[in-house]
């Protein structure tokens, strides 16, 4: 009885053919996607296609205006104006109707984020006052580091608040991803001091965070983080309250108004002030200790 064997060199030929052509079919798929991924891809997110924006408009494909005249590449195209120059005309009447329509959501986070500023701050020299005891002549210490937790929890909130209405702003545009991750922020704006709001905004995210370390280091305190600790750790709240500070000052829209300058000067000075006077009475204590 005779068996059909298939011959092993001709085996050996279809399985690289076979071979061949489906990696040649693989790398036209992969092909395909990478132009499909280029052709739809909007870095700046104003609409136009980055190939669309380098090889037909000639715009920047990670500004959403590239010639900085508060309208954005895609509605001076729509429009029938120029995107590389500024429309004089166009933008005046553009930032008229944005004075005079602003959204909600613009109104919140500003105000939102100047009440963060002065929680932030009552808590800071709170904790200041404290640890000097000089607060304790007018609250009990039970109920005032009550108090000082709650008005951490507020200064949380309002960041938080303060964060998640810019994302519903629909001139920053903001995503949580780039609000959550510091400096990736890929458009750029200039603030009411002129200055990027892409690092600005990465500082403001790491000031979040350190507020964030400091509510749940206090959570914590005397459960699973001794006091010696809990101190060390603590000390971390002065950076948050210097990277809010200059968050709110690089970025503030209302930087340039004269209470807003005021708020920030005397914020600063009181806890720089309560700061010096707390150094000097750990010096004092430590030199008593010394001598007995």
């Not at 004269?258 to 006077?277: D, E, N, Q, R």
Request: with cysteine.
């Amino acid at each position: 009885m005779q068996t059909s064997m298939q011959h092993p060199i001709c085996g050996n030929r279809k399985a690289r053919v076979f071979t061949g052509f489906a990696r040649i079919l693989l790398f036209c798929v992969l092909m395909y996607s990478a132009q499909v991924h280029a052709s739809v891809k909007d870095t700046d997110a104003d609409g136009l296609t980055d190939v669309a924006e380098t090889d037909l408009y000639f715009t920047n494909p990670t500004d959403s205006d590239t010639d900085g005249d508060g309208i954005s590449d895609f509605q001076e195209i729509k429009q029938g104006t120029n995107p590389l120059v500024v429309n004089v005309t166009s933008s005046l009447a553009r930032q008229l109707q944005m004075d005079e329509q602003l959204p909600l959501a613009w109104y919140i986070g500003r105000a939102s984020g100047i009440l963060a500023f002065i929680l932030l701050t009552i808590v800071v020299v709170n904790g200041l006052l404290m640890t000097t005891r000089l607060v304790f002549r007018f609250l009990p210490p039970a109920l005032n580091y009550e108090m000082h937790r709650f008005l951490s929890w507020m200064a949380l909130v309002a960041v938080i608040g303060h964060f998640i209405s810019f994302t519903f702003d629909k001139y920053l545009r903001i995503t949580v991803s780039e609000g959550l991750i510091p400096f990736t922020l890929i458009r750029d704006f200039p603030s009411a001091l002129g200055y990027s709001l892409r690092w600005t905004i990465g500082i403001g995210t790491l000031a979040l965070y350190g507020i964030v370390a400091q509510v749940l280091v206090s959570q914590l305190k005397g459960r699973f983080i001794g006091l010696k600790k809990w101190r060390l750790l603590h000390y971390t709240g002065f950076l948050a309250y210097a990277l809010f500070l200059i968050h709110g000052i690089f970025a503030g829209t209302d930087s340039k108004e004269w209470w807003m300058i005021w708020l920030y000067s005397l914020s600063a000075s009181l806890v720089l002030l309560l700061t010096m006077l707390r150094i000097v009475a750990s010096i004092r204590n430590a030199r008593k200790v010394a001598v007995s």
